[in-house]
Structure formats: C-alpha cells, structure tokens
C-alpha cells in the first residue's frame, strides 16, 4: 500500500492555520501531479502544492478513534491528531483525563467536578490502568500495584505550568493512596499527609495571574509504606521556593495566602498583639497601586495605599475563597499534626514581624547615607513581634560591618542598599520558617521503623517563558531539561522491552537528547559554574558575567546571543528558544544576609526565633548562604559557601537519582486557556505546553516505531470479514491472521508478528479500517439489497391476492348479476316469442291462402309468356355469339402484337433506372442498417425469452416451496379430518342426548298447566310488587338527595383521610431516615469497639506477653451476679478458653411486675416415678400426649373440612350428581372417624402395656411385696386422674360421634329439599317451552343445555379440588397413624403375644392381664403431665448451656433442628427464671446470651453459615420476646394458652433493643459477606460477559487497552463467559442458606435488595468509567444478561417484594445505549431515565461511541437539548449532581414483628444437644 492510495476524493486532512493551529479539510479530487485541492469547513477551497510525498498535509483519522483514551491507539500519530482528539474529548465529552502511552495528560476544567470521591476510588480499586476510562486515581492505582506485585518503589512524576493543576492533581494522588493504604496505628498517617496539603498551600502557594492557587516550590513527598503495604510515614522535600514573592508581587498577583489568612484573623481578640490590619494595609501584599516607594505615613484603615509590604499586587482577595475560613482550616491541620497554640502563636508573630517589616520606612540622609525615624511605628513592632533590639535593627537596616585586616569599620549604607538588605532579612526570615515548618510536618510524618517500600509523589513547576525571564525562570528550565531526559530515556527504555517481550526486530529509534542543553547548563565553565566563579569576584556584576558567557558558551549549539541585546542571552531548550535577562542572576545566586542581622535574630527572645538561626546548618534546597563581615572561622564548612545554583544542581541531581531508582509515572498538565473559563479549549495555548511537557516527544517515538499492537485473537475478531472461511485455522490464530494480513498488506516492514501481538505501522489500522468499512458496506448493501427484495417481494404478492380477491368477488357479483339480466331478458323474449308467433301464424295462414289463389293464376299467364321469351332470346344468343367470336378473336391478335412491343420497351427503361438505384443503396449505411435490423429484433427477443424464462423458473421454484407447504398442510388437514371425524361420532352422541332430552321434555309437557297457574298468580304479585316498588322509588329518591349530601361530607372526610394519610407517609419517612442514621451509628460502634478490642489485644500483648487476655467486651458486656464458677468451654480455637464475672452490664434492669407470688400457684403436682426404666416413663410422657394432641389437631382440620363442605352445598346451585358426590364424601369422612377410633384404640394399648412394664418392673423389684410401691398413694392418685382423662376423652368422641350424626341428617334434609326444588324447576322449564314454537323450543333447550353443562362442569372442578384436599388429608392421617404404630410398635408386639389387655369396653381403665404366675394384675396409667412451655435449670449450669446453645453449636447440626431451636431453648430458659421471678438469673442469662452470640460472631464473621443461624436465632429469640411479652399489640395471632405463657413478673424490652442492635449489626456481616463474594463476579457476568461472543468487536487500542496495560492480571478472576452462571449459583447458594436456616421471608427481601443494589451501583459505575462499553450492541447485552437476574428472582419468588426495582439505574443506562438519540426522542430519554441522575445521563451520552462507522455518533446539540430538559427534573434535587453510585449505600434495615405458631409445651431437646441439665416443666 503506498501513501497515495489513502489521498483519494473524501479522504480528510489537516492543514496548518495560524489561530486554529490545524485545520480540518476534505479532498476535492485525488492527489496527483503534486496538487493537493481541499475545501474547508466553511465551504472554502484551496490548492497545496507539494514537492515531494512527505510533504502531503496529514492524515485525519476514521470517525471512530476520534476520542479514543490513549491517544497511542490513533491510527495516525501526529501533531494536528493528537491536538484534535484532546479537544474533543475536553470540549464534547467533558473528559479532562486522557492516556497517552504511559503519560496521564490532565487538562485544568476550571470547574469543579464529582469525579474524586469515595466511590471513584473504590470504583478504581484493583483495576489495571486501561480497565476504566482515564483518571488521577488510575495512575495512583497502577503505581499502588506495581509497589506490591513488583516490590519495587515508585514515584509519580506531576509536571505543568502554573494553573495547570499540577497540586491538586498531586493532592487527589496522595488522597488515593491515603485511602487505599489506610494505617491501622493509632497515629492515622494519612490524615496528617492530607492535612499537610492545606498548611503547604498556605504558606508555599499564591495568585498568579495564570492560576489562583499556584504553588511557588517544588515538592517531592514520600509515602512510606509497611510490609503490608499500609502507610506507615512520609517525607517531604522542597525545591527552589520563590522568595522574592515575600517582598515583590507583579500586578494582579498576591502574596502567599498566609499573609492574608493571617490578616483576615485581625478582628480576633486572639490575635490582637499581632498589630494586624486588612492585608491592603501591608507593602509585601498588595504592592502596584503607588509609583512613590515611600507609602504615606497617615494611616487609613482597610485601604491598601497605607502599607507597604501588601499593597504592590492590586489583588487582595480571589474570588470564591474565604481566607477567614481558610486559616481556621490550616489552624486546625498545624493542630492535627501536633503544633502546639503556643508555637504556633510564635510562628504568626514570625509572619506579622515580616509584615511590619516591610512597612519600616527608610530615608534618604543625603549622600551614601540613610536613616530610619525614632518614631517610626512599624520597627517598634517588628522589635516587639520578633523579640529583639529595636536601635539594633535600626542600626543594622542602616549600616554595615566592613572588615580591613584586624580592623572593623561601622558604614552607613544607601537607600536602595538599605531597602535591599530590609528585603533580604524579611526574605530569609520568610525561608527559615518555611523550612521549619517542614521540618516540623516531617517530624509528625516520620516512621518509627525502617519503611518497606515508598511511593514519591513530585509537584514541580513546568517549563516557563515569560517577557522577562529571570534566575527563577532559569533553575525551572533546568530542572524540567533533567526530568524531560529521564522521560525520554524511560520511555525509549518501555519501548525497547515491548519489542523485546514480544521478540520482533526493530531499529534503533532516533530521539531527542537534551544532553547538549544540560551540559551547557551544569558542565565545567558551563552557565552555573561561570555564575559562582562571578559570584566570587569581589566586584563581579551581571553584565561582567553575561560577556563571559558570550566568550565561553559560544562553542555550544544551544547558546545564542541576541542580536539587539548585550544584557540577555538564548538557550535552547527542548521545548523552546528561551532569552533570559541577566539583571539579578548575581544577587539571586548569592542571596545574602549581613551576619550582624542574623545575630540579632539568634538574640531574640522568642524561643522560635532563636531557634531558626541557631539550629545546625542542613542540607536543603532553600539555604541561603549568610555573609560575614569578619574573619571567618578556618573551620567554617564549605556547604555554608554554595550558591543557590550549587545547592539547586545538587538537590536536582539527588532528586534524580531518587527518581531513576523508582519506577515512575507522568502526569502532565494541560492549562486549556488563558481566561480560567470552564471547559473552554485554546489550541494555541495547548499545542505549546503539549510541545513543552514530552507529549508530542512521547508521540514520535511511539510513531517511529509500530504503535498499533493487536493480539492474534483481537485482530481476528476485528478484520475476520476481509477473509474467506478457507483462511480460517481455529487451532492457529497467528497463522490465519498472516492470511488476513497477506491479503490487505503487501509491504513487510508495515507490520510484523510478535509472540502474542501484531504491530502495525502508524496509519494501517486506517487502512485497515478503511477495507473493514468497505466490505461491511457492501455486505450491508446486499443484505438490504435481499431484504427489501424480500419486502416488496411480499408486498407485490399480498397485493396481487388481493386484487385477485377483489377481483373474484367483483366478477362473482358482475356474473351474477348478468345471469340475472340474461335469465329476465330469455323469459320476456320467450313469451314475446310465443305470442308473436300466434299472431304471426295466423295471418300467415289467411295470407297463405290469399296469395297461393292468386299466384296460381299469375304464375300460370307468367309461365306461359315466359316460354315464349325465352325461345326468341335463344335464337338470339346464338346469333350473337357468332358474331362476337369472330370480332373478339380479330381484336385479341391485333391487341397481343402490339402488347409485346411496348412491354419490351418499357421494361429495358425500367430495368436501367432499377440498376441505377440499387448501386447507390448498396453504398449507404442505412442499407447496412436495415439488413441487420432483422438480426437484432432477433437477438432482443430471445433476451427477452430468456429473462421470461428466469422469471418462470424462479416462480416454478417459488411454487415448489408452496408446494412443500400446501403438503405440510395437507397432512394437517389430514389429521384435522380425522379429529372431525371423531367431533362428528360426538355430535351423534349428542344429538342422541338431544333425542333423549327431548323425549323428557315431551313427557313434562303435561305439567305446564300447573306453571301457567302459578304464572297468573305471580302476575298478580307483579303488579301488586311493582306499586310497592313505585312507592319505594319515591324513598329512593329522597334518600339519594340525603345520601348526595352525606357523599359531599364523605369527600371531605376522604380528603382529611389523604392528608392524614400523606402526613404519615411523612412520619414514616422520617422514622425511616432516623433508623438508618441509628443502624449507621450502631454499625460504626460496633467496628470502633472490635477496634477498641484488638488495640487493648495488642496493648495487652506489649505488657504482658502471652498472659490472660480480656478484651473490652469482656469486662464491658458481660454481667456476673451469678455465683456460678467460672468454666472452661473447649472450642476449636480455644477462644473461649474462659468467662469473666457477672457484672451488670447496663442493657437495662429487669423490672418485676409483680414483687410477690404465693407459692401455692407454683405447680407442685409433678408425678414422678421411682423406677429404673426412667427412658420409659420419660417416653410415655413425652410421646403419648404428643400424638394425642397431633390427633385433635387432624381432628380440628377434619371439622374444618366438613364445614366447608356444607357451605359449598348451601352456596352452590342444586343439582342430583353434586349431591350424590357429597353423600360419598360424607361416606368416607364416616370411615375415616371409624379409623381414627381404631387409632385411638391402638394408643391405649399402647399405654395399658407401659403399664404392664412397670408393674412387671415392681414386681421384680419387691415380689408380691407390690404394695410398698403405693404406700402414699400416688398409684391410686395416678389411676383415678388416667381414669378421668380416659372418660373425658370418651365423652369427647361421643359428642363428637353425635354431631356427626347430627350433621349427617341436615345434609340429607338439604339435599332431599335440593332434589324437590330440581324437580320444580324442570317442571316449570317444561312448562314454558310447551307454550312457545318448535324453533324457539329447540334454541331455548340448547342454550339451557349449555348452561347447565358449563355449571356442572364448574361444579365438578370444586369436586375435584375437595378431592384432592381430602386426599391429603387422609395422607396425613395415614402418616400420624404410621408413627403411633411405630411408637407403639414393641408394645403391641408383647400385647398380641400376651393377648389384648382390652378384651371388654374401651372405656374400662382398668383390665386383667394373666402373668406367667397365673395371677391377675392391674395396669395402671401414668397420668398426663401439662407442661407450662419452660425448662428450669441451675445457676450454677449456666455457662455449660451457653456452651451447648451457643459456642459449641455447628451449623452442620444446627440444619438438623428446628430452625430457631436454640432461640426457643434459651426463651423457655428465660420464661422460666420469669416463673420464680429472679432479677439477677434472668439478668445473667440475657447478658451471657448477648455477649456469646457477639464473641461467636467475632470468631466467625467469616463463615456465612454459622453469621446467618445466628441471625435467625437472635430474630427468633427477639420475635419470641416480643409474643410474650403481654403487649397487646404483639398478641394479635396468639392462641389462649399462648397468652397465658406471657411473661408475668420482668419487662425486657430494653433487652429487646440490644438483640436487635446485634442483630442488625450480624445483618451487616452478611451483607459484608455477600458482597466479597459477589463483588469480583459483578464487571464480567454484566457488563463483560457475552452471549454470543465476538459481537460486539473490538476497536484499535493503545499502549493502555485492557490486555496491553503493565498492572497485575488479577482484575478477572474467572472467566466472561462463565461469570454470569456464577454469579447466578452464588445468588442460589445465598437464598438456599438463607432458607435453610429460617431466616423470616421478610429479611431476606431485604437481603437481596442490598445485594441487588450493590450488583447495581459495581456495573453502573464500572460502566460509567469505561467508554469501551458505551455502544449499542454492548447495551443490548448487558440487558440480556439482566434479564437473568430479573429470570431469577421470579425463580425464587422474589419479583414481587421489588429487589429488582435496585435494578433500575443499570437497566436504564443499557437501555440508554440501546434508544434512538435524535431530537424527537428527548422527551422520551428523559422519561425512560427516572433514576440516572443528570451527571450519569450526560455522561453516558458523552461516552458513547458508534462501534462501527455505519452509526453515527451523538450530536452534541442533543446533549445539551437533554441537559437542558433534565435540567427541570434536577432543580433542587442534591442526588441528581453525583456521577457515582454510592457503593457503600445501605438501605435501613427491618425486622417485621413474625410471631410463631410452634406451642412451647411441644418443644423437646434433641438427643444432638446434650442438654441434661435442664428440665421440662
């Protein structure tokens, strides 16, 4: 492919403009003859010429990579692209971040945006750099993670001029990581670092007039981090601060905002001795507005003309910025990192000293003189603030120490020297403090050990060029000419281990190499070395140092002189020719401060001022070198002798070093325009800081070499259309790739294979694209070609039936009619016939006759006369002919000869005259023509015949495929044949039924005349009915006027109930918010106490080693009144080796209701048994009244049925099959009492033969000795109560037996008036149809018919459900009995061995059973125990039943119980400590429960079974205190007995408050649990995974696509394509937990509400950083991948409750992608997106992006039209400003009151729970 392939009519191209930079135009013609023709935008035109092919204007890119990420990914690298994709993606899409390889370029917004927050960073929390769109968090998150994979140290690399946003850039850095790196110490180091920002801005950032907050140092911090990769410190250096700002601020500028914070505070009676004023009131804040140096001495307060120090900028305040409220904040960040109020009150004394310094007046005293007044205000002051001499600050400003030998003379110094020196101290003053304080944060920062690994964050100043540019500008360019060094040799550096990674051959790749500039600069006899050795000179000046440069540096490329200039000089640096004036390098460099002044602040009495200029000399980037005035010491350090230069080379080299051992990251700083206006893009302005800052540079080395990389699978899904199915080997991606490449690519060195990649030269993915395009295109264009074919196709056909219809029907109506016609028109002509013929006959008849008379006689006279004539003309004729013959013959001979001369003449003039025309006709065309026109009518017609015969051939075709279908149907007709065939053996059934009926009806006819009796009887009612109804219409109608009015007074009470109703919809919301704000509160007690428990873990493990350990939960929540001993409980871990005391824990006291209790109501009848068999009689007591009462309820549910019954027979219309029906049900019913009488039967067997046992049991033990076993009695007392029991049960099956029979009869009274009414009414049916025709008979018996079929129909249906419920009933029954004959099994075997004991009446209680001694012995019933629902237990046992319920407790065996077991153990345990009404029992048992639920917890907050059992049980125990708790309002579905358990003596309802804060708190864990397990799933099941893979395609990427970027490879843990079948099963895994363990339906809604909210806001934030995923196709699958979510809940039942309604956003933002984006579709856009926010919509349209070129991309005027019409939706709504959904959200949790129906008295221990100690009573 050669370049001018891709210059083609309609290709676009950039062409250079002055104010646009690059122009957009299009190709008019193809290029050729080196004539380039463009027309621009505006409809211009222009022609280029070019010399050669390099010089052609370059290349736009395709419609779809503009405002692409990475700015690598462009087909096309070049200048005029990279510009143009920056300002789209500024402008259009309001992306302030973009890629450019491994550069971040930030473009300053001006605007504050909702990008930065929390769940931004947890949003790009373990994603790899090219995952999410591009963001300051993404480079922080990329440099996070190479630290811990390849621990190895980073450093992040923020560069820009000033307004660029360099510092919060930097500042959002360090936020990151002080988030993502969060210190578990008590110090909390990454508050202090983030509290360092505002202390560093306010005394090191200022106004400038490109930037209101710029920073005037350079700063390089240090993030330390632990092993563990926490924060453990930080370290901060400084670099190059701008003194000279302290003294001199240029117009519209300011000083540093500490000054004016400082002033702002002036009004505070705290700061009154600081002798503050406005800040205009001061020299060094506000200079610029005077021309006199001298500021007048009248004070004028609040004007900034009275000072001097603050009034040189004219720009005192910033718009938008509070400096009151400012210094409050960095009051509070001095305080946080541990400054005292008193230092820092030194430090402000420090600061207004300097301020007041500037206002000190200096005069002139007349020659080399100058003086200060006495009287003058401000030194005083100054000597006062900064606590030293007032004369010797006087005289030292004034005068100057000179040294000659071991002579030392005292000289007066010159205003202008005066002035200079004043300046200096208050400048180095300035410095001192400024290094103290970073001093003072790195003291807070410090590690206490050794750190790890660091992370280095550097802010430093970008490239600079001004009009005049000084030394400041000088050592700004220096440092950016080392860092743009380090940047190209770093990035050469990734670009040589790409191609080495992936094993390809490339060349060396030429790129700048600023060495030359930088040996200039720092070399021997270079610029900074001629500077100091000037420095030295005694009378060195700036102008003697710039000749020397002009001598010395000429040798160097990169030093020019200025032609019009001796005082400037020109280096040129990479990104510019810079000329800087030499005026002040000097003094700068030297930056020095008489030593008798800086003794004098060494004498100060403020211990801060001491302190600054007596601490021992430091290496720092801002020392300044102090000049002696004597002799100085031979020991004197030569550190103390560096220049400012010498000190900036070696911090920068140091910095350098630091750097190169790091693996850095750039950021690099756009400032779009001049003006600070939002989102507004000045070309000019970005293409020279994109040239300055290494972005181009980054660019052409990326150029230089293939910056297009594709894996062979990427590629393949991409270009797969350019190639045939044959080039395609599944097996061998590489292969079939070189095949695609082969076909499109022809020159080798435009490409080449990698080990997994291919690398593309710049521009061939266009091309490549372009191809892609083309084929699509014409793939498109035949599919639509087929498809509209299809359509008009069908179309053409559907018309022709139609009008074939029509036509049929017309021509139907047409022929018809003429039938009609021709029918009347052969009858008229047939009689007309007939009578004609009559009339006709007849008078042919009498004219016959007439004329045949008379023709007889005329043809007779004409007969003869006749004869006569013809005898003469026969002689005549023969005379003729004679004649003629003889004439004719002579004629013709005569004629012939002179015929044959003339023809022969004629025909020879004839013939010439033909001879000559042909030989002209045979010359001409036109003959030619009219010989061949034959040949192509010919050939037009067979075309014709042949394109006939394809149209037949595809119509035969056609018709065979209607063929094959009219088969198709005929089989189904066939089949349909058949099925009428069988509907017509029905209709022969039926219309024999009909037959039947009809018979019937004839024999009821006689009864009709009884009808039409009773019919004139009911006529008589009628109207005797219709005048009581006229009289009650006329009460009707005045009761309508009375009810009107009552309805008005109706509507006035509905509308005071809604306004009621709203006001409590108020109410509950409120309640509401408070319970979520209260479950917040008690969430984050519950983490700052597990907090507060491993401090005092590892406090305790400092002190005392390996001792007994007792956490704050121990000593806080445990109560002990109990005097239990403490006791060992054996766990898996040994955690809960120990149990502290009893104290009371405060939950609340257990108030008694009742103080006193008689012992006579305590249940003190208890039977016990003295025997061995203890199972047995334990057995009898808890098996036999179980399956009795088990027997009463089936019987209770029996009852229930047969009154159902009996209400559907009274309800339902009689009829004689319905109730034979229900007299075989009753039937049944009765069989069924019989057998549950069997069963009954049954069961006192089984009691007689336990009696049995225990008398055998007695006699064994005593012998014949058996009454010793009731020498009290309690055998009698026992038999007589069985007795009663027995016959109470009698009683109850005989009334029971009675009502049965009762009930019996009134159904057979019923049914037999049924029948009688049946007969009636068929009767009467009989009747009235005997009166009406056959016709009207026949319809009304049908319709009769069908009806009474539909009813019976209906009827049988109840029949059958009544069936089937009956059914199971009797299954269960047959199941209850099945376990009684289980529990009675051995019994019954040893009683049918023996014989029946119950050989008589049931009812007898005592029966005769033969031993083998022969004797008869009596069995003797144990009687039935009532058990109050409660289990007694020792005090002392306590522990042992926490241990059993609680610790020991697996989830394993706690699935095998109950579910809520151990709630209802411990609640019976609580009832009965309310049953002897003990306070301190009750007290300890509910503290022991809370505080081992919470250590279990504690211990297992991992495992999801063992956090969900507890939750159920802890709502279970909560639920059970609430139904008992004798509250009304809790008693609504509780049974009698039920509320005679309620609790009598304690109120617990504080209690109740403390299970449910640890049940929501356990709530929150599985939450917690959930999403761990769900979040990893959440980006690939919804957004990533693909039902048909491939689909959506990929675009061309970067250095920094998803599979290209240098992060860990851990951001999938599974695949795509299987993510969404897992995230299903886990979903099922959590519901099938849940319900295992019983939690309540309620919570789990809520549970998976949260969850689904979580699924929500993970995929609509993910989404919404990712522009890769905002496209059409990609919409349509994540709504697909929904619709499995939506599918499961209805699964599970779930769909109704609202969980998926938490879906909302997600599925609205995949249906955005999907919607059509044109102006007429706003309104409905609008609508569909109720619950994205503004910011989400406009960012989701901003993002989106066509996947293919075929699509066109949003306008941006419909975005504004969208923002504009949300606009009125977000008024006043705070939701609508935020982008990111708050992942963290949780919504207020509740637990429904859900009482249980399970009796307490039934509950039973388990033999799974070794629970001996406690017992039921």
Sequence with gaps: MSVRELYVKGAHVWIPDREQVWRCAQLTQDYKNHLVTVTFEDGQTQEIKVKSDEELPPLRNPEILIGENDLTSLSYLHEPAVLYNLQVRFCNQNAIYTYCGIVLVAINPYEELPIYGPDTISAYRGHSMGDLDPHIFAVAEEAFTQMERDNRDQSIIVS??????????????????????????????????????????????????????????????????????????????????????????????????????????????????????????????????????????????????????????????????????????????????????????????????????????????????????????????????????????????????????????????????????????????????????????????????????????????????????????????????????????????????????????????????????????????????????????????????????????????????????????????????????????????????????????????????????????????????????????????????????????????????????????????????????????????????????????????????????????????????????????????????????????????????????????????????????????????????????????????????????????????????????????????????????????????????????????????????????????????????????????????????????????????????????????????????????????????????????????????????????????????KGVEKQLKASNNQVSELEARIAELTKELEMERGEKMDVLTQKERADKENRELIEKLNEENVRLTKELSDAQKEETKRESEEYLRRKFEAEKQQLILENTDEKSGYQRLLKEFNRLEQKNEHLEEELAKFKGGNAHKRTASNVSNLSGASDAPTELVHDDASEFSSFPGDDDIGYGSVRSRSSEMSDSNRNLDNIEWSSQKTGDTSEIKIQVPQKLQELEMENAKLKDDLNRLRKSIADSEPQNNRVQEFMRQFEALQDELERRREECIQLRTVLANRAHDLRSVTQTSYGKDVDIVNEDGELVLAYQTQKQVNRQLEDELKKEKQRLHETETDYKGELERLRRDNERQQKLLAQNLCKSDATNSETLLQSEIMRLTSENLNLQGQVDNLTEQLKKYKRSLRAYAKKLKEAGGSSSKRSSAQGSPYGGDPTDMLDVNTTNEGEVLPIIRKKEREYMGMFEYDRREEMQIIRVLVYELKPRVAVTLLPGLPAYILFMCIRHTDHINDDEKVRSLLNNIVNGVKRVIKKRHEDLDSTVLWLSNVLRLLHNLKQYSGDKAFQAENTVKQNEQSLKNFDLSEYRQVLSDIAVWIYNGVIKLMEEKVQPLIVPSILEHEAIAGLSGNKPGGMRGRTGSVARELESPVEPQKALDLLLKEMTQFYRTLAMFGTDPELITQVFRQIFYFICAGSLNNLLLRKDMCHWSKGMQIRYNLSHLEQWTRDMRLHESGVTDTLAPIIQAAQLLQARKSDDDVHSICDMCDKLSVSQIIKILNLYTPADEFEDRVPISFIHKIQAKLQERAEGEQAQATLLMNTKFAFPVRFPFNPSSIHLEDIELPDALPLTMLKKV
Excluded at 503 to 529: A, H, M, R, T, V
Excluded at 707 to 719: A, G, L, Q, V
Aim: some cysteine; charged content about 25%; proline content about 3%.
């Design 160 to 973: 820009g001029e000033s307004g660029a946003g360099k510092t919060v850039s930097a500042k959002y850095a360090m936020r990151y990581f002080a988030s993502v790196g969060g210190s578990d110490s008590e110090t909390q180091i990454e508050k202090k670092i983030l509290a360092s920002n505002p202390i560093m801005e306010a005394i090191g950032n200022a106004k400038t007039t490109r930037n209101d907050n710029s920073s005037r140092f350079g700063k390089y911090i240090e993030l330390d981090f632990t092993r563990s990769y926490s924060i453990m410190g930080a370290n901060m250096r400084t670099y190059l601060l701008e003194k000279s700002r302290v003294v001199f601020q240029a117009p519209e500028e300011r000083n540093y905002h500490i000054f004016y914070q400082l002033c702002s505070a002036a009004s505070d009676k705290k700061y009154s001795h600081l002798r503050l004023g406005p800040p205009e009131t001061f020299h060094y804040m506000n200079q610029g507005l005077q021309e006199d140096p001298t500021p007048p001495r009248r004070s004028r307060p609040g004007h900034q003309d009275n000072f001097h120090y603050l009034n040189q900028g004219s720009s005192p305040s910033i718009e938008g910025v509070d400096d009151g409220a400012d210094f409050i904040e960095t009051c509070k960040a001095l305080s946080l990192l541990g400054i005292s109020e008193a230092t820092q009150n030194q430090m402000f004394r420090i600061l207004a000293g300097i301020l007041h310094l500037g206002n000190i007046v200096i005069q002139d005293n007349g020659g080399d003189a100058s003086t200060i007044d006495k009287g003058d205000e401000s030194l005083a002051i100054v000597a006062e603030l900064l606590g030293i001499s007032a004369s010797e600050l006087k005289m030292w400003l004034c005068h100057r120490k000179i040294t000659s030998g071991r002579e030392v003379f005292t000289k007066p110094v010159t205003l202008s020297e005066a002035t200079f020196s004043r300046d200096a101290l208050a400048k180095h003053i300035y410095a001192k403090l400024f290094d103290w304080i970073v001093k003072e944060i790195n003291k807070c920062f410090a590690a206490p050990t050794k750190p790890f690994r660091f992370i280095g964050v550097l802010d430093i100043y970008g490239f600079e060029t001004f009009e005049i540019n000084s030394f400041e500008q000088f050592c700004i360019n220096y440092a950016n000419e080392k860092l743009q060094q380090q940047f190209n040799q770093h990035v050469f550096k990734l670009e040589q281990e790409e191609y080495v990674k992936e094993q390809i051959e490339w060349e060396f790749i030429n790129f700048y190499d600023n060495q030359p500039c930088i040996d200039l600069i720092e070399s021997k006899l270079g610029i900074l070395d001629l500077l100091d050795e000037e420095c030295r000179m005694p009378k060195g000046s700036d102008q003697s140092w710039v000749e020397k440069l002009y001598d010395k540096c000429k040798k160097w490329d990169h030093f020019s002189k200025p032609r019009l200039s001796n005082t400037s000089f020109l280096i040129a640096h990479f990104a510019d020719k810079v000329g800087y004036e030499c005026a002040g390098f000097l003094e700068k460099n030297r930056d020095t401060v008489s030593e008798e002044q800086i003794n004098l602040l060494k004498s100060s009495q403020i211990s801060l001022v001491h302190a600054l200029f007596t601490e021992k000399a430091q290496v720092a980037p801002t020392k300044v070198k102090v000049l002696p005035t004597g002799p100085s010491p031979a020991h004197s350090s030569k550190q103390m002798r560096k220049s400012v230069g010498s000190q900036f080379r070696d911090s920068l080299n140091l910095l350098m070093l630091t750097l190169n051992s790091t693996t850095p990251h750039y950021v690099r700083c756009i400032k779009p325009n001049d003006d600070k206006m939002a989102f507004t893009f000045d070309p000019t302005r970005a293409i020279q800081q994109l040239r300055a800052c290494g972005v181009l540079e980054t660019v052409r080395i990326s150029a230089a070499g293939y910056p297009s990389r594709w894996t062979y699978h990427e590629f393949f899904c991409r270009y797969r259309v350019l190639c045939t199915s044959r080039d395609i080997v599944r097996n061998d991606m590489r292969l079939t790739c070189e095949k695609i490449i082969a076909n499109m690519i022809t020159d080798e060195d435009k490409f080449k294979f990698g080990r997994t990649k291919i690398f593309f030269r710049a521009g061939q993915v266009a091309y490549m694209e372009k191809l892609r395009a083309d084929r699509l295109s014409a793939c498109g264009i035949m599919i639509q070609k087929n498809v509209r074919m299809y359509i008009h196709r069908n179309r053409f056909r559907r018309m022709r039936n139609s009008a074939i219809v029509i036509q049929k029907y017309a021509r139907g109506m047409a022929s018809r009619r003429l039938a009609h016609h021709m029918r009347q028109t052969a009858a008229a002509i047939k009689i007309q016939a007939c009578v004609r013929g009559w009339v006709k006959r007849v008078q042919y008849r009498r004219l016959v006759y007439t004329i045949t008379r008379l023709q007889a006689h005329a043809r007779g006279c004409w007969a003869r006369q006749k004869y006569q004539h013809m005898r003469r003309d026969r002689a005549a004729i023969v005379i003729q002919k004679n004649v003629r013959q003889w004439l004719t013959r002579r004629r013709y001979l005569r004629a012939m000869r002179g015929f044959v001369i003339v023809q022969g003449l004629v025909r020879c003039f004839l013939a010439r005259r033909q001879l000559k025309k042909l030989k002209i006709e045979a010359k001409s065309i036109e003959h030619q023509k009219k010989l061949n026109k034959g040949l192509e009518n010919k050939i037009i017609s067979l075309q014709q015949k042949l394109t006939e015969m394809k149209n037949e051939n595809s119509f035969i075709s056609s018709y065979k495929e209607e063929i094959t279908v009219l088969k198709t149907r005929v089989t189904d007709l």
